[in-house]
């Protein structure tokens, strides 16, 4: 049995099908859990119930923790430690390996080209430090002996049917729409983004491979190009002109007076006034495999609709 906690979010649904090639156990818990595919086990769980996770790794081989909490400041500093802490001492009492899907805000804002699993942890953001306090609880466990674990980290990510993702949103969603593409800071830096349906693919493999586990993992992801190129390669794609809007960090900063989701972003926009360039050469050597091409992962977005 596998387990998916969190399963209702982009990597939970796309990770549910890949873990098919390696088992026929899977459990997906959640608050709401929904099928994935037709013998998913399913199971009410909310995360920060510690026994609501124990019960729901009873019998678990590999646990993935992929939950996404409201993208909050104050949620993140009140709930990640919780569901972190739950998670570890319920896989520690079932034995349970487990997997955490992780994202890159701990790492250094003056070293995001490139970053490899050795970049330097230091944070500048308030979600950042949380982030960076979760993956040392798991590291630490780790090192104790106690827990078998690993981290895997994606850079932003972008796919088929992705909801909250800022690339399909705020590119694909508008251009297909005739409107203006919305970008953050400048179009001029380099950027890339892990491709879901690669993530899912790379985190069930990792997960089903014995000594992969005590390591940090860069998921697979294409090389970065300019965020000008990548405005243009949609277009033309979608057969239409890449008119871009920039928001400059003023006007986020002064969106976000009256919108939430704005407000949270603004600590974030070091991202996007810089080079960014996640390295996932450990994973494509070890593995031999390479990411979806950034042509053919534009193709299969709009292709889904």
């Not at 976000?256 to 600590?267: A, Q, S, T, Y």
């Amino acid at each position: 049995m596998q387990i998916i906690l969190g399963s209702g979010g982009a990597i939970g649904k796309d990770l549910a099908k890949e873990l098919k090639t390696f088992s026929n156990e899977i459990c997906l818990a959640s608050r709401n859990p929904i099928k994935v595919n037709d013998n998913d086990v399913l199971v009410k769980c909310d995360l920060t119930k510690p026994e609501e996770v124990e019960n729901a790794m009873k019998g678990c081989e590999v646990a993935y923790l992929t939950v996404g909490l409201p993208y909050r400041v104050k949620i993140w500093q009140q709930q990640w430690n919780v569901v972190m802490k739950n998670t570890i001492e319920a896989c520690k009492k079932h034995k349970t390996k487990l997997v955490f899907f992780d994202n890159i805000y701990m790492y250094h804002p003056n070293k995001l080209n490139p970053m490899t699993e050795e970049t330097e942890v230091s944070p500048s953001s308030k979600k950042g430090k949380v982030r960076s306090e979760i993956a040392q609880m798991v590291l630490e466990e780790i090192n104790s002996g106690v827990l078998k674990a690993m981290i895997v980290r994606s850079a932003d990510f972008y796919g088929p049917g992705i909801k909250n993702s800022v690339l399909n949103e705020v590119v694909f969603n508008n251009l297909k729409k005739g409107k203006k593409a919305n970008w953050f800071c400048s179009v001029d830096y380099l950027h890339n983004f892990t491709f879901t349906p690669d993530a899912a693919r790379a985190t069930a493999l990792l997960g089903n491979t014995e000594s992969a586990y005590g390591q940090i993992w860069h998921l697979p992801t294409a090389l970065p190009i300019t965020m000008k190129k990548w405005i243009e390669k949609i277009a033309n794609e979608l057969g239409v002109q890449p008119k871009t809007q920039i928001a400059s960090k003023f006007i986020v900063k002064m969106i976000g007076l009256f919108n939430p989701i704005m407000k949270e972003f603004v600590e974030m926009l070091y991202q996007y006034d810089r080079d960014y360039n996640f390295d996932s050469t450990k994973f494509e050597t070890t593995f031999k495999i390479k990411p979806t091409s950034i042509d053919d992962g534009i193709k299969q977005v709009i292709n889904a609709g």
